[in-house]
């Protein structure tokens, strides 16, 4: 069965202070690693997907990076918008649609 | 651009009673998921339809049914409520396999 255990569960920082979220994963014949936010009671917001051990995805302050057995999410310079919960699914390959989510990490940037 | 719609947003239901959730994804998106995110928890996959079909399913009970119409809408239809369907139901929508873009969700309390 298809694991996927993201740590910090939570985590708090200053305002600027950068830092990394882990994502490690167990799946077979991984065809897609998927980083999403979330904001309470708000559906999750996509922000980068990763196939290939290797991979590397910008976007703003956030970076994902990818290896055969986890992922990071590295947050430069944070905000305090930037607070919200972080997600990280896979998908199997194969006939297989659905995403196995982590439990998330819930950041939060202090001003 | 447009997102995943989802109607209505909030619903209370007693138990026992019957839910009908709507989904409409983005144009042009051919496969539909459901998902559903209980309080701290992540989100559960359901079930999912490409191009009107059955493609993949999840733990969902057999008191809920889904189908995706020729407009490529999707509902879920939840039977027998009970207290612990209570949560959040997010609807998903992708190009078969590429990253899926969540809805805002349905937010179901049963009394």
């Known amino acids: 069965e298809d694991q996927v255990t993201q740590s910090p569960e939570a985590l708090r920082l200053q305002e600027g202070e950068s830092s990394s979220l882990n994502c490690s994963y167990t799946v077979s014949g991984l065809r897609g690693l998927f980083w999403y936010r979330q904001d309470p009671g708000k559906g999750p917001e996509f922000l980068f997907t990763?196939?290939?051990a290797g991979e590397e995805k910008e976007k703003e302050r956030l970076k994902a990076t990818l290896t055969k057995k986890e992922s990071f999410l590295h947050i430069t310079a944070p905000k305090p918008e930037d607070s919200a919960t972080y997600l990280c699914a896979v998908r199997r390959g194969g006939s297989n649609y659905k995403l196995t989510f982590g439990k998330g990490t819930l950041l939060t940037v202090n001003p | 651009a447009a997102g995943v719609i989802q109607s209505p947003r909030h619903l209370i239901k007693e138990k026992r009673e019957t839910a009908t959730l709507k989904c409409y994804p983005i144009?042009?998106?051919?496969?539909v998921y459901w998902y559903q995110q209980g309080p701290g928890q992540d989100p559960q996959f359901l079930i999912s339809?490409?191009?009107?079909?059955?493609?993949d399913k999840g733990s969902i009970p057999d008191r809920f049914s889904a189908q995706q119409f020729s407009d490529y809408h999707s509902e879920l239809n939840m039977s027998s409520l009970e207290l612990g369907d209570s949560a959040l139901y997010f609807c998903?929508?992708?190009?078969?396999?590429?990253?899926?873009?969540f809805g805002p969700g349905t937010r179901l309390t049963v009394l």
């Open positions: 144009p042009r998106h051919d496969t």
């Open positions: 339809f490409y191009e009107k079909m059955q493609s």
């Open positions: 990763l196939y290939s």
């Open positions: 998903a929508s992708s190009h078969i396999y590429n990253e899926q873009f």
